[in-house]
């Protein structure tokens, strides 16, 4: 059976890269029936803070990576003590200095066979010793990893290719401790847009700044998905369609490009396809954000005015900040306007038999507004294109967007009546 594990060190935040490996042995697991492992490796007790794990844990949630069996690094400790006793009595590893050393073959050369890089030769000499031990005590990286992972019955470890150097020191330990090898495959690097390894100086790189943003979960999966691994030309697709398609056949072995204008578009495309209810539910934080909208008036204007809104809205809108911007036009609030509205007095006059019409709708639905908006502009002889960028201007704050009716009708007759009187 396929075991795959994810093993983040808790010492900050679960980041794009990391995201991406979890992703990846995640949907691999799921592809084949296997099992996804979370093991947290904090054994750097210096570094590790139970707040990073907290912080890994909600991040992974979020994007909906679950996992079958949890463990922490610190728990086999004493695991780790018999494996390097092992051997140490099998003169495997000496002593030096306090620290315990694993004593590499001095004649010889192993060959890593990479799912994605391929076969990978690696002389013996040019490894030289190296520390499974610290003189403190403690454990160093490279050989927990593998006892845990052995112990751990991983058949798969799918990780960055930032770890490829460390391939072959850890075969020769799965070797020493007479365990079998897994299958290894090293995902290409991911690129900030200067072309250089993706970090922090490149902006945001931690998950859940990306959910503050305002994106989708599902949208964020795909996006991740798509960095270094394809199926055809298809951009977006769902979580089902990722578990069903996803092989490490599909991931190709050149760096990938993370490119935040196909993020915002990816995720315009989730949006679009979203539940409506979820729509207004998720926009909400945003739109009380900078206290212009409160708790009341958000209330005041009921579910369906919401979800027409966010329906003729939100794909126009990239992220849930940009739809929590454009509903703001639903509420009695201050208008950014692209531009100032300035009319002639022939269109004053018009306006302001527009605004007399609108009064005397019973039912301010798209079907009315535009009945009596049509009739009135038909009586004082001018057409609608003749006052439509104004009125949009005015009641919405930009020159476009969804049709004019259904958006003064979502708005409502007092928003709308005011707006226009504005102008006047």
């Known amino acids: 059976m396929i075991r795959v594990r994810f093993a983040p060190s808790p010492t900050g935040y679960l980041h794009v890269g990391g995201a991406r490996t979890a992703l990846f042995n995640w949907l691999f697991a799921r592809h084949n029936k296997g099992t996804f492992v979370l093991r947290i490796e904090d054994t750097d007790q210096e570094r590790s803070t139970e707040a990073s794990i907290e912080h890994i844990i909600e991040a992974m949630q979020w994007l909906g990576i679950s996992w079958d069996e949890y463990y922490r690094q610190t728990e086999h400790s004493k695991r780790h003590q018999q494996a390097a006793l092992q051997l140490m009595d099998r003169k495997l590893a000496y002593e030096h200095d306090g620290a315990w050393w694993f004593r590499v073959p001095e004649q010889g050369e192993l060959t890593v066979h990479d799912a994605l890089l391929g076969d990978i030769t690696f002389r013996h000499e040019q490894l030289k010793d190296f520390v499974i031990r610290r003189s403190d005590g403690s ?88 960095l270094g691994w394809s199926h055809g030309d298809q951009e977006v697709f769902t979580g089902d369609q990722l578990v069903e398609l996803f092989t490490l056949q ?62 003729l809205l939100r794909d126009r809108s990239k992220t849930f900040a940009d739809l929590a911007s454009s509903m703001r036009v639903l509420f009695p609030v201050p208008l950014r306007k692209e531009e100032d509205v300035v009319v002639s007095q022939q269109k004053k006059e018009v306006l302001q038999a527009v605004i007399g019409a609108l009064s005397t709708i019973q039912e301010f639905t798209p079907e009315n507004v535009q009945q009596a908006v049509r009739t009135t502009l038909k009586e004082k002889g001018v057409g609608l294109r003749d006052v439509a960028h104004d009125c949009r201007m005015a009641i919405t704050g930009t020159g476009v967007g969804p049709g004019l009716f259904d958006m003064m009708s979502v708005i409502g007759h007092d928003c709308v009546k005011s707006r226009l009187e504005e102008i006047l």
Do not use: C
């Not at 112990?151 to 365990?179: C, F, S």
């Not at 945001?204 to 998905?225: C, H, I, K, W």
């Open 139 to 226: 454990f160093v990286y490279n050989f927990v990893v593998v006892v845990d992972d052995a112990d751990m019955r991983i058949t798969h470890v799918i990780r960055g290719d930032d770890h490829t150097t460390n391939t072959p020191r850890q075969i020769l330990l799965y070797q020493a401790l007479e365990k079998p090898l897994p299958q290894f495959a090293h995902l290409p690097m991911i690129l900030g847009p200067d072309r250089t390894r993706l970090s922090k100086r490149h902006g945001v790189t931690s998950v859940l700044e990306y959910r503050r943003r305002g994106f989708l979960p599902e949208a964020m999966v795909n996006f991740l998905a798509r």
């Open 250 to 311: 599909g991931v190709g072995s050149s760096a990938a490009m993370f490119d935040e204008v196909k993020l915002h578009w990816i995720n315009q495309q989730h949006m679009k396809a979203a539940d409506l209810a979820r729509i207004v539910e998720l926009v909400k934080p945003f739109a009380l954000k900078d206290n212009l909208i409160t708790e009341a008036m958000w209330d005041q204007a009921g579910q369906d005015r919401l979800l027409t809104g966010a329906k």
